[in-house]
C-alpha cells in the first residue's frame, strides 16, 4: 500500500473482547490489553513497525464508550482479561461499578441528549465517561498505543460521549502521552439526523477532530440510483471538508442501513461510487473492505469463538477485496496526483452521465447509465495519451486528449479516469515502480479491513504484484 499511495490503514478494535464469532464481538471490550481474535500484542506491534516502514500509518478503532453487556454470562474476555458483567466489574481495565451509567435503561429517546449519553446503547454497560478516572484510563490507552507508533483514532459511538466528554479524555490522552491535543489525529463515529436533539448532531464534535458525515453515503446511494447529475451538490449543507470523513459504506451501514448506502453488492454502482468519491474535493476518504455475508451478524470466513483466520483475496474467497480492484487502486492514484485542485469543467447530459477536471492535473468521466456511451467533453488537463487508470493498471486502456477535448466512448457502469502521472510515454517497464513511489505519503485514504489478523507476513515486490 505504501509504494501506491495510501498513506493510513484503519483496523478493527484491539482490545480484548468477549468471545464469539459475530463480527460484533470485537465491540464488547472488556479491558484494553491487546490480546484479541485478532491476534497478540506482539503480532500488533510487528504491523505497525511493518507498516511504518513502508510509511504506512496504522488508524485504531477505539471503542471507549462501553463495555459488554449487561447481560453477558461469561467471565474471561478472548485475550485473558477477567471480568464480571453482573457486577460491572471490569479489574483489568481498571473499571469497578463506580465507573458506570446506573441507569439500567436502553436509549430511547435521541431527541434528548441526556438520554443519549447516559443510557445503555443496545444493553451495553455504559461508562461514565464524564469521571475523571475513566478519562485518565482511557487516556493511559490513548497513550500506550501513541508509544507504540498508532498514527491516529477512529472513535467509536462518539454521540454517545457528550462533547465535554469527548474533550476531556482527548486531554487526557495528550497529557499522558506527552502530546498536544490537536496533534492526535482524531476520527469520531457521529450518526447525524435532523429531527434528533442539536447537541449530539456531529458539528457539535469537530472542536475534538474529525467527525464521519453519514448523510454523504447516503446522498451517493439516492444519486447512483436516481441522477447522478446531483453529485455535483453532494457536499451543500454539509460538515465543513476539513472535518469530514466519508465513505460510501462501513461495516455497520452495509448491514444496518443498506437500503440507505451503496455495498459491494450493488456491483458496478458501488465501485463508481468510490471512483467518484476518490475523485471529488471533500473530506477524508475510507475506502472499506470487509467480507461477503448473507446474515447481519454472520462472523468472518473461518472465524471462531476466539480466533480470525488470516485474510485471503481472490476468485473465490469471501473476503471482499475492494482495496485490490483496479479502479480502486488507480483511483488512489489519482486521488494523489490531482491534490491542490479544484472542480472544473463540470458537465452533465441530464440522463446519468457526468464529467469533471481537477483544474489541469486530472477528468474524471461517469456513464451510470445501462448503454454503451459516445462522449465529447472539455477538459483542462494538457493534450496528450493518458492511460484509464479506472480500467487498467498497465496502461492497457488509453485516451487521447486533443484540443482540450475528451472524445471516447465509455461503457455501460463505467468511467474514465485520467490525470498527469500516468501518461502513456511514461508508461515503460521500468517507469511504473518510479511513478508509484512519487506518491507515496501524499494521501490521506483509509483502506479500512475488517477482522484481518495482525500477523506479518513477508511477500516478495513481484509476487505481490503477481498476487494483484
Not at 457521529?190 to 477532530?209: A, R, S, V, W
Request: contains cysteine.
Amino acid at each position: 500500500y505504501g509504494p501506491e499511495g495510501v498513506k493510513y490503514v484503519q483496523i478493527s478494535p484491539s482490545q480484548d473482547h468477549i468471545k464469539g464469532k459475530a463480527w460484533w464481538t470485537s465491540y464488547q471490550p472488556v479491558s484494553y490489553k491487546l490480546n484479541s481474535k485478532l491476534g497478540t500484542e506482539a503480532e500488533f506491534k510487528n504491523m505497525i513497525q511493518t507498516c511504518k516502514a513502508q510509511k504506512v500509518g496504522i488508524i485504531v478503532d477505539a471503542v471507549i464508550n462501553h463495555t459488554t453487556g449487561a447481560d453477558n454470562k461469561d467471565t474471561v474476555g478472548v485475550g485473558g482479561s477477567k471480568y464480571d458483567a453482573a457486577k460491572q466489574s471490569y479489574p483489568d481495565a481498571g473499571y469497578t461499578k463506580e465507573d458506570f451509567h446506573q441507569i439500567a435503561e436502553d436509549i430511547n429517546t435521541y431527541r434528548k441528549a441526556d438520554v443519549v449519553w447516559t443510557h445503555r446503547l443496545v444493553g451495553l454497560l455504559d461508562l461514565d465517561t464524564s469521571q475523571p478516572h475513566v478519562q485518565q484510563v482511557l487516556g493511559k490507552y490513548f497513550a500506550k498505543l501513541i508509544y507504540m507508533g498508532v498514527a491516529g483514532f477512529r472513535v467509536d459511538a462518539a454521540k454517545h460521549m457528550s462533547p465535554a466528554d469527548v474533550k476531556g479524555i482527548k486531554e487526557a490522552a495528550a497529557q499522558a502521552s506527552g502530546m498536544k491535543p490537536e496533534d492526535i489525529w482524531w476520527m469520531q463515529e457521529t450518526i447525524g439526523f435532523p429531527d434528533q436533539d442539536p447537541k449530539i448532531q456531529p458539528d457539535q464534535y469537530i472542536g475534538t477532530g474529525e467527525v464521519n458525515e453519514f448523510e454523504y453515503s447516503y446522498r451517493l446511494r439516492n444519486y447512483f440510483y436516481g441522477s447522478i447529475e446531483n453529485l455535483k451538490h453532494i457536499t451543500d449543507k454539509l460538515i465543513p471538508s476539513n472535518k469530514a470523513a466519508i465513505f460510501v459504506t462501513n461495516w455497520d451501514t452495509e448491514r444496518d442501513n443498506a437500503t440507505r448506502v451503496l455495498t459491494y453488492k450493488d456491483g458496478d454502482r458501488y465501485e463508481l461510487a468510490n471512483a467518484f468519491m476518490l475523485a471529488y474535493p471533500y473530506g477524508t476518504p475510507n475506502i472499506y473492505s470487509g467480507y461477503k455475508f448473507t446474515q447481519r451478524d454472520v462472523g468472518a470466513p473461518g472465524a471462531t469463538d476466539t480466533s480470525v483466520p488470516d485474510a485471503t483475496c481472490g476468485k473465490d474467497s469471501q473476503w471482499q477485496c475492494t482495496q485490490r480492484w483496479t479502479s480502486i487502486r488507480g483511483m488512489v492514484g489519482f486521488y494523489n496526483a490531482v491534490q491542490g485542485t479544484k472542480v472544473t469543467q463540470w458537465q452533465d447530459d441530464d440522463d446519468n452521465n457526468i464529467a469533471f477536471s481537477r483544474g489541469n492535473k486530472g477528468f474524471l468521466a461517469i456513464n451510470n447509465t445501462d448503454n454503451v456511451q459516445k462522449v465529447s467533453y472539455k477538459t483542462d488537463i494538457p493534450d496528450g495519451e493518458y492511460c484509464n487508470v479506472y480500467v487498467s493498471r498497465t496502461c492497457g486502456k488509453t485516451v487521447v486528449v486533443s484540443g482540450g477535448k475528451v472524445v471516447t466512448t465509455i461503457p455501460a457502469h463505467s468511467a474514465v479516469a485520467l490525470h498527469i502521472k500516468a501518461v502513456k510515454s511514461f508508461y515503460d517497464g521500468a517507469a511504473v515502480h518510479k511513478i508509484l513511489l512519487i506518491m507515496t505519503g501524499i494521501t490521506v485514504i483509509l483502506i479500512v479491513i475488517v477482522a484481518v489478523r495482525y500477523k506479518k507476513r513477508s511477500i516478495d515486490p513481484v509476487q505481490l504484484q503477481k498476487q494483484h
